[in-house]
Antibody, heavy 120, light 108 residues
Framework: EVQLVQSGAEVKKPGESLKISCKGS????????IGWVRQMPGKGLEWMGI????????RYSPSFQGQVTISADKSISTAYLQWRSLKASDTAMYYC?????????????WGRGTLVTVSS | DFVMTQTPLSLSVTPGQPASISCKSS???????????LYWYVQKPGQSPQLLIY???SRFSGVPDRISGSGSGTDFTLEISRVEAEDVGVYYC?????FGQGTKVEVK
């Protein structure tokens, strides 16, 4: 059974750093892309970026380039989304999802999401 | 970059009646490999999104056959032949790295 298990909810202050995780199981982690999707409160889905754990090839949406860092540790089948300095506007639910095919990006399975709250 | 435009943005349907959602892309979605990477997802209340349809018209595992997808080029449609209470949620089309705005489906 494919599973993407995300780390728990976080409450942070503006300016703090954060790294959230997504652990894949039930499939070959290195052979499928893992992407991150933001959902701000009451809003739609926004594609942030994606990584291929096999070779760490990473692509970002222009809207998120330079704002976050996506990485993966294939030895523990885990992908990460990281911020160096959080802003209140980063408050959102963040989902990870795996690609349905190894050579294309659209997703099939999704994690349950990590809620990030940034407030002073 | 692609722009995906969904209509309507909300829909209220009587159980047992059909529902249809349109998704239009700013550019053709026909890829050079011959596939068309248009996907449909539903996000039910309090849940993460789940895949319904991939490559325009293929149902994902466990999706009932009253849910279907069609279209080509820049125009795509998701249809629910007989809406049930469990179909409540927000439906999104997606291409590559672009989501539509979402269509909220309510069951009367």
């Amino acid at each position: 059974e494919v599973q993407l298990v995300q780390s728990g909810a976080e409450v942070k202050k503006p300016g703090e750093s954060l790294k959230i995780s997504c652990k894949g199981s039930g499939y070959s982690f290195t052979n499928y892309w893992i992407g991150w999707v933001r959902q701000m409160p009451g809003k739609g889905l926004e594609w942030m970026g994606i990584i291929y754990p096999g070779d760490s090839d990473t692509r970002y949406s222009p809207s998120f380039q330079g704002q976050v860092t996506i990485s993966a540790d294939k030895s523990i089948s885990t992908a990460y989304l990281q911020w160096r300095s959080l802003k209140a506007s980063d408050t959102a639910m963040y989902y990870c999802a795996k690609s349905r095919e190894s050579d294309s990006w659209p997703f099939d399975y999704w994690g349950r999401g990590t809620l990030v709250t940034v407030s002073s | 970059d692609f722009v995906m435009t969904q209509t309507p943005l909300s829909l209220s349907v009587t159980p047992g009646q059909p529902a249809s959602i349109s998704c239009k892309s700013s550019q053709s979605l026909e890829h050079s490999d011959g596939k068309t990477y248009l996907y449909w997802y539903v996000q039910k209340p309090g849940q993460s999104p789940q895949l319904l349809i991939y490559e325009v018209s293929s149902r994902f595992s466990g999706v009932p056959d009253r849910i279907s997808g069609s279209g080509s080029g820049t125009d795509f449609t998701l249809e629910i032949s007989r809406v049930e209470a469990e179909d409540v949620g927000v439906y999104y089309c997606m291409q590559g790295r672009t989501f539509g705005q979402g269509t909220k489906v309510e069951v009367k």
